[in-house]
């Protein structure tokens, strides 16, 4: 009896034996260790096929997901929020960058009125330091800027006062919009003076293209297109499109009314006289308006606003074309540098040397007779030239202004569409250029 127990616990002995060795087996098979620099332990995965058999066989309690090594891991950091397809609110200020995050195309609307929901403008209220990178901005820092930690009312703030960021597509697209308005704006406002109808937009285009004209996308296209205006008229008839306004006043202001629309050159079209008010219907310039404005409340009268710009129907497309336009524009900035050199020449000392041998434009035109040259238009007064050259009498009617009976011949170059212009003083003296009938004539004005 006693060598069975002996037995008995003999057995017990080695299948203990054999179930820890199995065990120490099994999580051997499962993870292999290495000592990394840092301290840590990192696992190991084994063969795949090898871990569940071994489990199987010895029981080994499952376990979680373990990292992998270091030439395996991948770092996902939850601290940092990107953000991308965003537009990008900037704002700066001691010494620290503040920026927000936005929906596109909806910041300008915020600013102009047209949108009032903040929901509908920012992604997120969260201020950021780099909105690429996804770094917030510190409390601290939002503190000593904007003396609030309230993000909500931080993104008002920056709303208002940040600069947009836009990229170089939305930037240039922006500024063909601006572009398309300030023509558009010519169009609906300025007519052609001969005829009183508008310009098609086309023209309006190429003669800015032409002038070098270039919008500013933070400034308003109307007031940029009115300034335009002036460089415009150098090169082709245009003017603003002229107002209606419809007055009562009473009638003992009649006459001074009357008096007032004459000295800003304005037209009356309608008048009627009552027994108390009297009632005018008159087209005037656009920049008077708050002349008469100011007037109209001085007598306590009512001023409105009938028509905002008075022009005939169509457009003025056949009146002026493309290529004496460019011709003109050339014409025109030589006559510049010619006046330009001119002063320089006046304002300088005089030395007795020679005179250098200086290319002019127009020195290849010798004084020719009506024989040798291809005449277009015989020599004669400026006023009597005929109406396919209206641009040029428009243009050229600056010299009888300073000096009368200066006559003008129109030539052209022989094998070329190019047209010369000379000009004969009251004295019969020849000038090759516009720009030396011209100041001929305002040195004989001054004179």
Request: hydrophobic share 40%.
């Amino acid at each position: 009896m006693g060598a069975c127990c002996v037995l008995c616990v003999c057995v017990c002995v080695c299948a203990y034996a054999c179930i820890r060795a199995n065990t120490d087996a099994c999580a051997r098979a499962c993870v292999t260790t290495s000592d990394d620099d840092d301290g840590t332990i990192p696992l190991r995965r084994a063969q795949p096929a090898a871990v569940p058999l071994l489990r199987a066989s010895v029981g080994c309690p499952k376990t979680a997901p373990q990292r992998t090594t270091r030439g395996e891991a991948m770092f996902v950091p939850v601290g940092i929020k990107k953000l991308t397809n965003v537009a990008i609110v900037r704002y700066k200020s001691h010494g620290t960058r503040f920026e927000i995050a936005c929906y596109k195309n909806t910041v300008l609307a915020y600013r102009s009125g047209f949108e009032k929901d903040l929901d509908n403008v920012l992604q997120s209220t969260q201020i950021y330091a780099n909105v690429s990178k996804g770094v917030f901005a510190k409390d601290e820092d939002l503190i000593n800027v904007f003396g609030t930690s309230n993000q909500e009312a931080i993104c008002v703030i920056i709303l208002q006062k940040g600069e947009l960021q836009v990229s170089d597509k939305e930037r240039k697209a922006e500024t063909e919009h601006v572009f398309r308005d300030a023509v558009m704006t010519l169009v609906e406002k300025c007519v052609n003076p001969a005829t009183n109808r508008p310009y098609p937009p086309g023209m309006i285009e190429t003669a800015l293209r032409d002038i070098h004209f270039s919008v500013d996308p933070k400034r308003s296209a109307k007031q940029q297109a009115l300034e335009a205006l002036p460089k415009l008229q150098e090169i082709f008839p245009i003017k603003r499109a002229a107002m209606r306004f419809k007055v009562n006043v009473r009638s003992d202001k009649e006459q001074e009314l009357m008096g007032f629309i004459g000295e800003n050159d304005g037209e009356i079209e309608t008048h009627n006289v009552g027994s108390i008010e009297v009632s005018l219907t008159f087209t005037v310039d656009p920049a008077k308006y708050r002349a008469f404005d100011k007037f109209v409340k001085d007598v306590k009268g009512r001023l409105e606003v009938v028509t905002l710009a008075v022009m005939e129907e169509g457009t003025s497309s056949g009146t002026f074309d493309e290529d004496t336009m460019k011709s003109t524009v050339k014409q025109a900035e030589l006559d510049k540098a010619e006046e330009a050199l001119a002063k320089m020449e006046i304002s300088r000392p005089v030395v007795a040397r020679a005179a250098p041998d200086v290319q002019r434009r127009a020195t290849h035109l010798e004084t020719l007779s009506s024989d040798d040259a291809n005449i277009l238009v015989k020599r004669g007064p400026i006023a009597a030239l005929p109406e396919e050259h209206e641009s040029r009498r428009e243009r050229f009617a600056d010299i009888d202004k300073y000096q009368e009976g200066w006559e003008v011949e129109l030539r052209a170059r022989e094998g070329s569409s190019i047209v010369d212009a000379v000009f004969y003083s009251p004295e019969g003296d020849l000038c090759k250029t516009y720009a030396d009938a011209r100041r001929k004539a305002m040195a004989a004005a001054k004179s």
